[in-house]
């Protein structure tokens, strides 16, 4: 019942801001307008980086799974990442990417279910860590500029305190890990599950730090090609190519890829436009109408890498016969035997 309320729930913020974005006339034909005219090959450009991007994903997935000895071929791995991009668009609550890679991974390696659940943690934890920093250093440059209203100031801070949570949480984790206190916790202790699996994470990616730091390279080099992929965007439309420039958008993006991704609105809709439209308003002086159809048409190249991982789920076959699966493997788990995952 929770989460249907809170499905519903979302999907009512979801259409409430998009009513209120296309609420006047005028400027809906003025968004029109834009895209018509909107210079094609920088959204081809766009489509393509969106790509890089997803490779750049598998392989950094494919880093991480090899420390734990789980061998998938790249075929299959891209197909796996694709079907998540899918349900995560197209499935409310934010994580039905991650529900749908666990399924398949748990199909493709029969007997690995702990090392498949901690494989799709971490890849999730190294792309939170690879955006942290990003942000860390563009905001210090930038804090000046990004701080210009009251209302940026607020969305700013807002991002200091997610990633201030998350920071503090992974704090808290590693030094429980480092005591040797995880396993002492009492039972219903918050968020218990959730550091038995990073005390395994740290203690696994820790001996292949060589393969960690590759992984987060990665991680930041994708967050990066996401940002150009919506500037490109931006250019494409001529009213905001002469205001925009690509420092002023990039600095923007960890608060617009960040707060769009609370599980507030279906896939970040509506939210990831209201973004656009006071950051760009505010700071780079874009009307509305260019900066919602930067924001909508941004979004749709990414919807339509998602559709063709619709395509890739319909048609998609795992190698692995189904057979009864072990709840749990202690050697690839690293020694995690009994323990919750």
Request: charged fraction near 15%; proline fraction near 4%.
């Amino acid at each position: 019942m929770r989460k249907t309320l809170v499905t519903l729930l979302q999907i009512a913020i979801t259409l409430f801001i998009l009513g209120w974005l296309f609420r006047d006339p005028e400027n809906n034909r003025r968004m029109w307008e834009a895209f018509t005219h909107a210079d094609r090959f920088w959204l081809w450009i766009a489509l393509v980086l969106f790509g890089m991007v997803e490779v750049a994903a598998v392989v950094r997935w494919q880093i991480l799974l090899r420390v734990q000895g789980i061998a998938i071929g790249w075929g299959r791995l891209t197909a796996l990442m694709m079907i998540g991009l899918f349900f995560n668009i197209f499935m409310p609550g934010g994580t039905g990417g991650d529900v749908a890679k666990i399924f398949y991974l748990l199909k493709e390696t029969p007997g690995k279910k702990a090392a498949a659940l901690l494989a799709v943690m971490v890849d999730r934890f190294v792309g939170l860590v690879g955006l942290i920093v990003i942000a860390a250093f563009v905001i210090y440059w930038r804090y000046d500029w990004l701080t210009q209203t009251p209302i940026t100031s607020g969305l700013l801070f807002t991002l200091w305190a997610l990633f201030g949570s998350a920071l503090v949480f992974i704090a808290v984790s590693y030094s429980i890990t480092r005591l040797g206190l995880v396993h002492k916790l009492p039972p219903r202790f918050p968020l218990r599950e959730r550091l038995v699996e990073m005390s395994v994470a740290y203690n696994l990616y820790g001996r292949a730090w060589r393969s960690s730091l590759a992984a987060l390279a990665i991680s930041m080099a994708t967050h990066f090609t996401l940002f150009i992929q919506f500037y490109f965007v931006a250019i494409a439309f001529r009213a905001a190519a002469v205001k925009v420039h690509f420092m002023d958008f990039i600095s923007m993006m960890p608060m617009v890829n960040t707060l769009s991704a609370m599980p507030i609105s279906i896939g970040g809709a509506g939210v990831r436009e209201g973004l656009f439209v006071k950051l760009l308003g505010d700071l780079s002086q874009v009307d509305e109408a260019t900066a919602t159809i930067i924001s909508l048409t941004g979004y749709m190249v990414i919807v339509l890498w998602g559709i063709l991982g619709g395509v890739i789920y319909l048609f998609y076959r795992p190698s692995e016969p189904d057979r009864p699966q072990p709840t749990a493997d202690p050697e690839a788990a690293g020694g995690l035997e009994g323990q919750p995952t």
